[in-house]
């Protein structure tokens, strides 16, 4: 201790002493060797390998709730070329990502909308250091970033008024989330962040905490919510309405939805204190019906809002104040037409309207409402990774073999080629030489089918076809067996017809690594079982209905019905309107997917893409076009119920219809169920669905295998007859 101070030493030669005495080293924190990179060291340009893949990490984008989210770029690791551009998920916890992986799953199918992030992939399992989905990338900005500015943002914009493009971006998300809706699910986390402004149109993402309708909320978002999601009491479309309308508010005015005077209560409603209303009364009235106290005045879906806006701009061009909600009923009728519906009913092959589309992508419909499976994309991917040289699709006529290799074409970047085009040559602009031939076993332009299958497969003899080259080929096994035999009989055999022999004969161990045989008589279109996922998969179905009641942008292509003269007679109204009911259409979909699968599963039949396109087509959507209605006014054009099951009902005709009439509700009777599907009261109330007095009971049976819902019906079991305990209450 030195007294003097001028004497004692500085804080700087102390720290100098000090840090002497310390060895230099540095510290480097590296990831772990041999194993995935975990989550705490991605940076940008770490690559991820997820599903076969290899994906780029260009930055974080933001963190919260359960998981982070990254911008991210598939790559090929071969020649460094960048191929998209995705958001991808991660998520820390197992119990939340396990359930965001069903979340995931359960929308991936209906994610097709001009305004819902599609979803690109998704994980087989959770995985900590692993993506959950890959999602589209969509170039914008959260909405939340526009809080207290969006009048500013529409004058740069070149918006009309301000109004008019938030009114226009609710109708975009409430169609969005109605199509969630209309197959009973909800969102369940609509916030400002999830919603993103891209190019003037908005786009919601984000699908951690999708759930069925009536269940349990997984997420909670104080903020934006609900009471009763709030209180994780159970969550319905209309809390997704109810979050909606806070988001709004909250990026409208730059003030929390329920916060008085620093106080946070939901008791009060949204706080409009102080806020003038006057440049927005169509925005105001919406915001105040979403978010009311009283849960009947709220929006009950999607759907409802659309309508309710329609009526609102319809107004103003006809009165100078907007006018109340007007009931459906008060609505002016037309004689409108819906021209998708003329579409559909030339799927079927007795339509009255011609079946033009029952053959190929060919049309604007065809190509719009085409379903692709993993398959598609698999070939896709390995034709331009040089891993195929010859592929062969076998299957019945019907099976889409056509419409497959029309829709590879457009994949790979050729041009659309029209069914009646044979046979097609072209070049990829990566060198790969690419010849198609749409049916093996067919004559063309003056040539027969083998003088075309000996040209066909000439590269391929000695299986040492050169390295660029790639043939398709659609043929069935009888023709290819035929061929086989023609061919060795008049050359002799080969490598080449060697292996297609065995291939015929059930062995594949013999097959050249890049070549493909592709049965699709051995897939099933109404359901299987997908590796990771629990249950049974509809996917095709989904997409396919979603496909065929909305347009490729996925609006809404029925709004004309609601204003028809014609509705009350129009079957296919009955039946778009149950379908995108979010109750009815989830078990009306359910009971019909079973209905097609019990067909399915009797192997009396194989079910094809062009027969389950008209028997979508005949039950849902009938026979008479919109005009036909107009033109001749009497009863009602009958029923979906009827048409699935009634050998009588007019225009019967396919395979598939044929097997629907073993599986007739009909054919069944329990005299508990009867009396009360007539009108006779239920003592011991064991039903609590609706009745049907005013049908005859064979169609009351069969509305109600097809509405009524399985909880709402206990029954001793073991007293129905097989087809009723299988068909109408699900299980024996």
């Known amino acids: 201790m030195i007294e003097d101070p001028g004497n004692r030493i500085s804080l700087r030669e102390l720290a100098e002493q000090f840090d002497a005495l310390q060895p230099e080293t540095v510290i480097e924190i590296k990831p772990p060797e041999n194993e995935a990179i975990a989550t705490q060291y991605w940076d940008e340009d770490v690559e991820i390998f997820f599903q076969n893949s290899f994906y780029k990490i260009i930055n974080q984008l933001g963190s919260g709730g359960i998981g982070k989210t990254f911008k991210v770029v598939h790559v090929d690791k071969k020649n460094g070329i960048e191929y998209g551009t995705y958001v991808a998920k991660v998520i820390s916890h197992p119990e939340d990502g396990d359930a965001a992986l069903q979340a995931y799953r359960k929308v991936r199918a209906h994610t097709a909308h001009p305004h819902l992030s599609v979803i690109h992939e998704i994980a087989p399992e959770w995985d900590k250091n692993s993506f959950v989905a890959l999602m589209k990338w969509v170039p914008g900005i959260p909405l939340s970033d526009l809080t207290g500015v969006l009048p500013l943002h529409a004058e740069d914009q070149g918006e009309v008024s301000w109004e008019s493009m938030v009114l226009r971006w609710v109708d975009a ?63 319905e479309p209309s809390d997704d309405i109810f979050a909606l309308g806070a988001s709004f508010f909250h990026v409208l005015f730059d003030r929390e939805p329920f916060r008085f005077d620093g106080e946070f209560r939901k008791t009060s409603g949204v706080n409009f204190e102080g806020i003038s209303l006057e440049e927005m009364p169509f925005v105001a009235q919406f915001l105040s019906r979403a978010t009311s106290l009283d849960q009947s005045q709220r929006f009950g879906n999607g759907m409802e809002v659309r309508l309710f806006i329609r009526q609102l701009t319809l107004s103003e061009t006809e009165e100078t104040s907007p006018l ?136 391929y003899q000695n299986c040492t076809p050169p390295g660029n080259l790639v043939h398709l080929l659609a043929i069935n096994s009888g023709p290819l067996q035929a061929w086989i035999l023609d061919y060795e009989q008049r050359q002799g055999e080969t490598r080449l017809t060697e292996q297609l022999q065995a291939v015929l004969d059930g062995d594949l161990s013999q097959l050249d690594h890049k070549f493909r045989f592709l049965d699709l008589n051995n897939r099933s279109l109404v359901g299987g079982l997908i590796e990771g996922s629990e249950g049974i998969s509809t996917d095709f179905l989904d997409h396919l209905l979603e496909r065929l009641l909305s347009d490729d942008k996925g609006e809404d292509l029925w709004w004309p019905c609601p204003a028809c003269r014609a509705k009350s007679r129009c079957s296919a109204w009955e039946s778009v309107s ?129 509405e009524w819902r399985n909880r709402d019906i206990v029954l001793d079991k073991t007293s129905l007859g097989t087809v009723y305990a299988i068909l109408f209450v699900g299980q024996i």
């Open 173 to 235: 998300l409430c169609d969005a989330l109605g199509s969630l809706h209309r197959v009973g699910l909800v969102h369940g986390d609509v916030t400002p962040k999830n919603i993103i402004v891209s190019g003037g149109e908005v786009i919601l993402t984000d699908y951690d905490a999708v759930i069925e309708a009536g269940g349990k909320p997984r997420i909670d978002n104080a903020c934006y919510s609900s009471p009763t999601v709030q209180q994780f009491e159970k969550i």
């Open 324 to 459: 109340p909600f007007i009931p459906e009923q008060e609505i002016r009728l037309a004689k409108n037409e819906v021209p998708r519906l003329l579409d559909i009913l030339r799927t079927y092959p007795g339509s009255l309207k011609g079946n033009d589309e029952t053959r190929g992508l060919d049309s604007k419909f065809a190509e719009q409402t085409y379903v692709e499976t993993r398959l598609d994309q698999i070939l896709v991917d390995q034709i331009k990774n040089h891993e195929v040289s010859l592929a062969i699709l076998f299957g019945n006529a019907g099976d889409g073999k056509t419409a497959f290799l029309q829709h590879l074409a457009m994949q790979l970047g050729l041009k659309k080629h029209h069914s009646s085009e044979r046979l097609w040559n072209h070049t990829l602009s990566n060198g790969i030489r690419i010849k198609a031939n749409l049916d093996g076993s067919a004559s063309y332009q003056g040539k027969t089918a083998t003088e075309l299958l000996d040209e066909f497969f000439a590269p």
């Open 578 to 706: 149950l379908l995108q009911d979010p109750e009815k259409g989830s078990t009306l979909r359910q009971r019909f997917y079973e209905a097609l699968q019990a067909a399915h599963q009797r192997g009396e039949i194989h079910i094809t893409a062009r027969e389950l396109r008209a028997t979508l087509s005949y039950i849902f959507f009938g026979l008479p076009y919109c005009t036909d209605l107009h033109e001749n006014p009497g009863p009602v054009s009958g029923h979906y119920y009827d048409r699935a099951f009634d050998p009588d009902s007019p225009g019967r005709q396919g395979e598939l219809l044929q097997e629907m009439l073993f599986l007739d509700p009909a054919l069944e009777a329990h005299p508990q169920i009867d009396r009360y599907l007539l009108g006779h009261g239920n003592a011991q109330g064991t039903i609590s669905s609706s009745p049907y007095p005013g049908l005859p009971l064979k169609s009351a049976r069969r509305r109600a295998y097809f």
